[in-house]
């Protein structure tokens, strides 16, 4: 089972309905999560992280589940600027990648209007 | 503005060439890291450095060097070592206390003819 697992996608969706992906993770060690949103051809940009008690920024929900390892980012209202590859990254002070990070290979969302 | 930057933004070389890439930050962040991303892949780590004149090798340090001379600058020289170089390379920065959240560059993209 890889590390970090994420549906590739494409999660196609219509303007205003609400989306939800998950991140599933192999290790119970980690200890940090957190979303990435990466543009098409740009650098990925810190969303949000994700916390044990769920945590909510405007219209993004972020989850964790421990008992299941595993992740989920859910946007309401979605608009068409949330078009992007979304990255779960997973952080624990042992293991993962060298410095502790292990990015998800992302999960592409389209909008479409 | 704070930030990280990265030059060149688009980079061709011929087989058998060395090239460097660029890396600055004024953030005043003690780590610094590169990152390979290939289409539909997760990030991978090259090589990352968590304090001025010391580097550690990643997860694919192989074909690749780096140095820290500064605590502002670590550039990454691809070696003609490197097998497939054609990629999109990120830098990224972030305080001693890493727990996930990094500063991206905007990336290089680095072909090879």
């Known amino acids: 089972r890889k590390e970090v697992e994420q549906d590739p996608g494409p999660f196609n969706v219509p303007e205003g309905a609400t989306v939800a992906f998950n991140c599933t993770y192999s290790?119970?060690?980690?200890?940090?999560f957190f979303w990435y949103r990466q543009d098409c051809r740009k650098e990925p940009k810190l969303l949000m992280s994700?916390?044990?008690s769920g945590n909510e920024d405007g219209r993004f929900t972020a989850q964790l589940n421990r008992a299941s390892q595993y992740i989920s980012l859910l946007i309401r209202d979605s608009k068409l600027s949330d078009s992007a590859t979304y990255l779960c990254?997973?952080?624990?002070?042992?293991?993962?990648?060298?410095?502790?990070?292990?990015f998800g290979k992302g999960t592409h969302l389209i909008i479409q209007p | 503005d704070g930030g990280i930057t990265q030059s060149p933004k688009y980079l061709f070389r011929k087989e058998g060439q060395n090239v460097t890439l660029s890396c600055e930050q004024n953030?005043?962040?003690?780590?610094m890291y590169w990152y390979r991303q290939d289409p539909g892949q997760g990030l991978r780590l090259i090589y990352y450095?968590?304090?001025?004149?010391?580097?550690q090798k990643g997860d694919i340090a192989e074909g690749y060097s780096v140095s820290r001379e500064k605590k502002e600058s670590f550039p990454l020289t691809v070696t003609s070592a490197q097998k497939n170089p054609t990629a999109f390379y990120l830098c990224?920065?972030?305080?001693?206390?890493?727990?996930?959240?990094?500063?991206f560059g905007e990336g290089s993209r680095l072909t090879v003819l």
């Open positions: 290790n119970s060690a980690s200890q940090s």
């Open positions: 450095s968590q304090i001025v004149n010391d580097f």
């Open positions: 990254v997973v952080f624990r002070t042992s293991g993962g990648g060298a410095d502790g990070l292990t």
């Open positions: 953030l005043n962040h003690d780590a």
């Open positions: 990224a920065s972030s305080f001693p206390s890493l727990t996930g959240e990094l500063f």
């Open positions: 994700v916390y044990s």
